[in-house]
């Protein structure tokens, strides 16, 4: 070989490998994609904006969230489900997609099979909340009533297969009453209701109903987190009061990637998002607005929860006869 083929082949061999390794830097390499279901401004986008700094800063990338609302969440899962299964693009998951999916088993999205769960971000219960000045100072007091007045008593929500008509109609059912629901335009509005006797009784979010019952507004009777709140210590559970594992109802929300996205993007992904939680700063902030950041121990016990509570909901949608 004479000198110049020699060095016409060094050379291309030397750009071949610097091309190669390019096109091997590690994950990330440009900046990621968040999807979020909520508008600017709800409790769930303020949650992933204040996570997306830190996150960001522990993928070494900038994190770009993106609002994609409607349908319950649908538009946004729908999206990402489809998009590349490169870790680029994430969707904020939470309990109301399996809700969603199995209210109408039709949509063209599957929260299982359609995404890799990475981690658990944080959770919310909600709370059992009546007029403060009213008679009504426990759980039993309220179904002692209801039953002695059979379709005269009402609960509200901000809508359909929300967090709480879920939980309204889980007591509804158990308990045995004959109670209607009342679908609000918007979870704001429950408070509201409550306060102005439209309402008899709901099941606000923490972060909604925990400074009212301190303000003396409302009085809380019971709480749908597996253990009592901090907030609130003489506040029982539902759980407790009911004995049905169905009454341990939590919104969460966490991070999926699409289906088929490399093993090794997903760890990375856990890995940051478990540091940037692992955040006093941040953990002080979400417990200001009602929830626990609450990571996964793995992207598997993730997917493990998912699927259990993918059955749960389920069975409690199936219990109240809840449809679209």
């Known amino acids: 070989m004479d000198r110049r083929s ?64 409607g349908a319950g969440g649908v538009l946004a899962a729908q999206y990402v489900a489809q998009a590349p299964a490169d870790g680029y693009t994430l969707l904020m998951s939470a309990n109301t997609h399996l809700v969603q999916k199995i209210m109408q088993p039709t949509l063209k999205f599957d929260p299982i099979a359609d995404f890799i769960p990475v981690s658990s971000l944080a959770s919310s219960a909600t709370v059992m ?56 335009k918007g979870s704001v509005e429950i408070t509201a209701s409550l306060l102005r006797g439209d309402t008899d009784f709901a099941f606000p979010i923490a972060g909604t109903g925990v400074p009212q019952a301190k303000g003396g507004k409302l009085r809380a009777l019971a709480v749908t987190s597996r253990n009592r709140l901090k907030e609130l210590p003489d506040v029982p559970t539902l759980n407790e009061v009911l004995r049905n594992e169905l009454t341990v109802q939590e919104s969460w929300f966490g991070l999926w990637v699409p289906a088929k996205t490399p093993a090794d993007v997903v760890a990375r992904l856990y890995d940051a998002t478990n540091k940037a939680l692992a955040d006093p700063a941040l953990q002080a902030s979400f417990e200001a607005g009602g929830s626990t950041v609450a990571p996964s121990a793995s992207p598997q016990a993730f997917a493990a929860f998912v699927q259990s509570e993918n059955r749960k909901w389920a069975q409690i949608i199936q219990l109240a006869g809840i449809t679209a």
Request: one cysteine or more; glycine letters at 12%; charged letters at 15%.
């Open 6 to 69: 020699f060095c016409l082949s060094t050379c291309s061999a030397a750009l071949l490998a610097a091309t190669g390794a390019h096109a091997a830097d590690p994950f990330p390499n440009r900046p990621v994609r968040i999807i979020v279901s909520w508008a600017a401004g709800g409790g769930p986008d303020v949650q992933m904006r204040q996570t997306g700094p830190k996150l960001g800063e522990m993928l070494g990338q900038p994190l770009v969230i993106e609002n994609k609302v």
């Open 129 to 184: 909340m009546v007029r403060a000045d009213g008679p009504y100072r426990k759980v039993e007091d309220v179904i002692a009533a209801a039953k002695a007045s059979p379709g005269k008593f009402n609960y509200s929500s901000g809508g359909v297969g929300t967090s709480a008509h879920l939980a309204g109609a889980t007591l509804v059912s158990l308990a045995g009453l004959k109670a209607t629901h009342i679908p609000l």
